[in-house]
């Protein structure tokens, strides 16, 4: 097993920077997945690690090596790729063995190793099939053996399960899952779906132009936000945001636009009277009270069934928000609905900087 520290870490290409001054560092027997869009960093930032992309500056470690001139098979990692890469003439039993038999390892001992991973991966009636024999799901599971047969010291993952459909991405989200929590071996695991972070990670590096936005657990990530930007990339349905601005009234908080008055808790936010400010409030935090008046009354004008539960549409002014409430209580098309923000669940960002506004003691720090 082994930690990994990133010291500092650059990667151009020419005068393109595409990492700028990355740092992080990976405890032993964590899973720690890579999250952002497409083009954040996230998959160069591993195939750094690999050894497949050069480092431009700055020091990577795996256990107490510095690995920047390493040679990827020295560096005790094992990569499981998107497209699963198995030889396609190639037995199951033949793709798996293949690193061990180029590394002379005796066939008495790849017997053996076989035999310990497939078991562990259900793959054991499938040896003598070729990789087309098998569905999309069992042949990531031989990808991923392939890794595992190596018994490496950290596990690189590169989108695994981006070419699989729903229900069996969902499948194999519990698989791996189930064998970190065997193997307990170092893991970095790249994707840009916040379902497989937010299930898989003991923390998730959420990324953005190449900089490292926010470090935490699902939940700190979840539940507090250091920007604008981790608010809208995590959580579904997306979280509304409506521009406001901060007044004072009578003593008491309150952000304020056309729309609406919403008193806050002073005490949560550093802000000022006169500032510009976003307020963010998740739908699954809207609650349906009959009683309220604005903030947020309007006229719902879409429904979105999802079985347990529904998607509300509706207009406050010149804003589209959305509700998550239970199906059996939904609204019709065109009904007047209210909406009374949970207690304590409003976000407020700085519209220029796009930055939190929740006080340091109650908030996460940004990497």
């Known amino acids: 097993m082994a930690e990994i520290i990133c010291r500092n870490i650059r990667k151009t290409y020419g005068a393109i920077e595409v990492v700028p001054d990355f740092n992080l560092h990976v405890r032993d027997h964590e899973f720690v997945v890579f999250l952002g869009p497409s083009g954040c960093g996230k998959s160069t930032m591993l195939r750094m690690m690999a050894g497949l992309e050069n480092i431009t500056s700055g020091e990577l470690m795996i256990g107490d090596k510095v690995v920047n001139d390493l040679e990827p098979r020295d560096r005790g990692i094992a990569?499981?790729?998107?497209?699963?890469?198995l030889y396609p003439h190639m037995t199951i039993r033949d793709n798996i063995a293949f690193g061990l038999r180029r590394l002379k390892v005796s066939e008495a001992e790849i017997t053996a190793r076989?035999?310990?991973?497939?078991?562990?991966?259900?793959?054991?009636?499938?040896?003598?099939?070729?990789?087309?024999?098998?569905?999309?799901?069992?042949q990531q599971r031989v990808a991923i053996a392939r890794a595992m047969i190596k018994t490496p010291d950290v596990f690189l993952f590169d989108e695994p399960l981006s070419n699989l459909d729903a229900k069996l991405r969902a499948t194999m989200r519990?698989?791996?899952?189930?064998?970190?929590?065997?193997?307990?071996?170092?893991?970095?695991?790249?994707?840009?779906?916040?379902?497989?972070?937010m299930t898989l990670a003991d923390r998730i590096v959420l990324m953005k132009a190449g900089r490292i936005e926010q470090i935490g657990s699902p939940e700190e990530i979840y539940e507090r936000p250091v920007s604008r930007f981790v608010a809208g990339f995590i959580g579904t349905p997306a979280m509304n945001f409506i521009d406001a601005t901060v007044m004072s009234e009578h003593g008491q908080c309150c952000v304020v636009n056309n729309e609406i008055m919403l008193a806050l808790d002073g005490t949560s936010f550093n802000v000022e009277p006169g500032q510009q400010v976003v307020l963010g409030v998740r739908p699954s935090d809207l609650v349906q009270d009959a009683t309220v008046t604005p903030p947020l009354s309007g006229q719902c004008d879409l429904i979105e069934y999802h079985g347990d539960h529904a998607l509300v549409s509706f207009k406050v002014g010149t804003s589209s928000l959305h509700a998550l409430v239970a199906a059996r209580k939904r609204p019709f098309e065109g009904e007047q609905v209210n909406f009374a923000i949970r207690e304590g669940a409003a976000h407020l960002f700085d519209q220029k900087t796009g930055k939190s506004l929740l006080r340091e003691s109650q908030s996460v720090a940004a990497a």
């Open 79 to 85: 990569m499981v790729f998107q497209n699963y890469a």
């Open 114 to 138: 076989t035999a310990e991973v497939t078991s562990v991966l259900g793959l054991e009636p499938y040896l003598d099939r070729k990789p087309t024999e098998l569905s999309g799901g069992q």
């Open 174 to 197: 519990e698989e791996i899952a189930r064998l970190h929590k065997k193997l307990k071996t170092t893991t970095v695991y790249v994707t840009h779906d916040q379902m497989e972070a």
